[in-house]
């Protein structure tokens, strides 16, 4: 069967405590083609940590470097300190490979990306209720009261940004969000704005009658 070969950019965003982690990781062995993005980033490497595995580290002037060259979909400066960005050369050359990109990431870069990549397919993931992001939040038991209350707030800002998204998935079953994602996938994968290819060579056949 036909198939562009193309790989897509898929961009996954959602609040802290919505199961981002989880259901990315449940695609992943959902999907053979798809691979995680890497990033660059300036902080030190670590023991165990690969080179163009892990990160492309890189020095600050090398990544400042890249940032006035345009060589970034995204990226960020945490606390005024470590930049993290994500390549655009190491991403179109994996979709031109034929591998799938998922890049999870915060609603700023997202948008950021959707800019820079018009053709990135943007998928929210929302909890079932807000109220069930809270009891997500607290179940986890990883942050005292106020950080929680903090990150519950910082949710509500963020789901201002869904209209801006492709897609929405509710994570009310880890299972049933990543199938819903692979199709997704296959419908974008499906759709005619992505089979120019095919639209091409249909009409060199009826040319040629």
């Not at 050359?93 to 950021?112: C, F, S, T, Y």
């Not at 942050?143 to 940004?161: G, L, S, V």
């Amino acid at each position: 069967m036909y198939r562009n070969r193309n790989g897509l950019l898929l961009v996954v965003s959602g609040p802290s405590g919505v199961g981002k982690g989880t259901v990315c990781k449940a695609l992943l062995e959902r999907l053979e083609t798809m691979r995680i993005s890497i990033s660059a980033t300036t902080r030190p490497r670590r023991v165990n940590e690969i080179d163009g595995v892990n990160y492309f580290f890189k020095t600050q002037e090398e990544f400042e470097t890249m940032i006035e060259h345009g060589e970034f979909l995204e990226y960020m400066q945490v606390f005024g300190l470590n930049y993290y960005g994500t390549p655009k050369a190491y991403v179109e050359e994996e979709r031109r490979n034929g591998h799938d990109i998922l890049l999870e990431i915060d609603v700023k870069g997202a948008m950021k990306v959707k800019e820079v990549c018009p053709d990135a397919v943007t998928v929210f993931i929302a909890p079932p209720t807000m109220s069930d992001l809270k009891t997500r939040l607290y179940g986890r038991g990883t942050e005292n009261e106020a950080a929680i209350e903090r990150r519950y707030k910082e949710a509500f800002a963020e789901i201002q940004y869904l209209p801006k998204y492709d897609y929405v998935v509710v994570n009310d079953i880890v299972d049933r969000a990543a199938k819903n994602i692979c199709d997704i996938i296959e419908a974008e994968k499906s759709s005619i704005k992505r089979n120019s290819e095919l639209i091409a060579k249909y009409s060199e056949e009826m040319n040629e009658q």
